[in-house]
């Protein structure tokens, strides 16, 4: 189980006791929560049909009655996010999709992977290439001036900053500024 630090990723959902004024629950999804791993801020979880990890704040476990923590932040709309998705696995309603990443993005980011990936192992520009987009289609235009050849550099640029921690960017819905 990949553990994302809450500070690294806002859709940690943080589980705790629920407040003795309200009426009791049911907890449909105590037998649910994926393999337990413990740290010192709690015990994290996941639900992974849904896609979701949860913490448990210390002394908290799956089987209590159970209450959502949502920190006011700047990462408000990704922990809100998170927990719509929560919800609908307590209502046992089809997961949602996680939003964070359009499917185009993610289509980028593999190729962006692909391409670093064979820049590393010593793949030159070209043949990255023709691995992504085939032959035929490289081969349509001289290679010096070729857009694909922009394209291909590009990749594993973006590919590097990924590596180099980039990545976390991901965790978090893009924000308009």
């Given at each position: 189980m990949?553990?994302?630090?809450?500070?690294?990723?806002?859709?940690?959902?943080?589980?705790?006791?629920r407040p003795n004024f309200l009426p009791s629950a049911p907890n449909a999804l105590a037998d649910r929560f994926g393999a337990k791993r413990d740290a010192p801020e709690g015990s994290y979880s996941t639900l992974p049909h849904y896609d979701l990890q949860?913490?448990?704040?210390?002394?908290?476990?799956?089987?209590?009655?159970?209450?959502?923590?949502?920190?006011?932040?700047?990462?408000?709309?990704?922990?809100?996010?998170?927990?719509a998705r929560?919800?609908?696995a307590w209502l046992e309603r089809p997961p949602l999709r996680d939003?964070?990443?359009?499917?185009?993005?993610?289509?980028?980011?593999?190729?962006?992977?692909?391409?670093?990936?064979?820049?590393?192992?010593?793949?030159?520009?070209?043949?990255i290439a023709i691995a992504l987009y085939g032959a035929a289609r490289v081969e349509t235009d001289p290679w010096k001036t070729s857009?694909?050849?922009?394209?291909?550099?590009?990749?594993?640029?973006?590919?590097?900053?990924?590596?180099?921690?980039?990545?976390?960017?991901?965790l978090r819905h893009r924000r308009r500024t």
């Open positions: 990949v553990v994302w630090s809450p500070s690294n990723d806002p859709t940690v959902v943080f589980l705790t006791h949860v913490l448990f704040l210390p002394g908290t476990s799956p089987n209590d009655q159970l209450a959502a923590v949502i920190p006011i932040d700047g990462d408000l709309l990704d922990r809100i996010d998170a927990l929560l919800s609908r939003t964070r990443m359009t499917r185009d993005q993610r289509r980028r980011f593999r190729l962006r992977l692909r391409a670093t990936d064979g820049r590393m192992n010593g793949a030159t520009y070209r043949e857009p694909l050849r922009d394209a291909v550099i590009a990749f594993v640029e973006a590919g590097k900053a990924l590596i180099d921690g980039g990545y976390r960017q991901l």
